[in-house]
Nanobody, 117 residues
Framework: QVQPVESGGGLVQAGGSLRLSCTTS?????MGWFRQAPGKEREFVAS????????HYADSVRGRFTISRDNAKRTVYLQMNSLIPEDTAVYYC?????????????WGQGTQVTVSS
């Protein structure tokens, strides 16, 4: 397991966009994004295989979010468009232990995303 480091969060108005980045110190296989809103359990958002051939999205973000990666930079991205207040959460990056939605426990510190109405 490698320790991911997330960045790119912030405050944005509804309808706006943000791009999150997740950088790791070593090679990773499938990677995913998860989020945890206040008072709720952490939930799956999106995942991508090593070569980026396969991706998977939660129904709540499909069509608005896009996951991608640059293996040369050891970085996974989450482009978030058409943001809504319900997207407000701490976003975490982790390896995927059981494709496509189960994390392997290698959590980063998270990055806060706040969407104002």
């Amino acid at each position: 397991q490698v320790q991911p480091v997330e960045s790119g969060g912030g405050l944005v108005q509804a309808g706006g966009s943000l791009r999150l980045s997740c950088t790791t110190s070593g090679r990773t296989d499938a990677m995913g994004w998860f989020r945890q809103a206040p008072g709720k359990e952490r939930e799956f958002v999106a995942s991508i295989t090593y070569h980026g051939i396969s991706t998977h999205y939660a129904d709540s973000v499909r069509g608005r979010f896009t996951i991608s990666r640059d293996n040369a930079k050891r970085t996974v991205y989450l482009q978030m468009n058409s943001l809504i207040p319900e997207d407000t959460a701490v976003y975490y990056c982790a390896g995927i232990g059981d494709w496509p939605t189960k994390a392997d426990g290698s959590w980063g510190q998270g990055t806060q995303v706040t969407v104002s109405s």
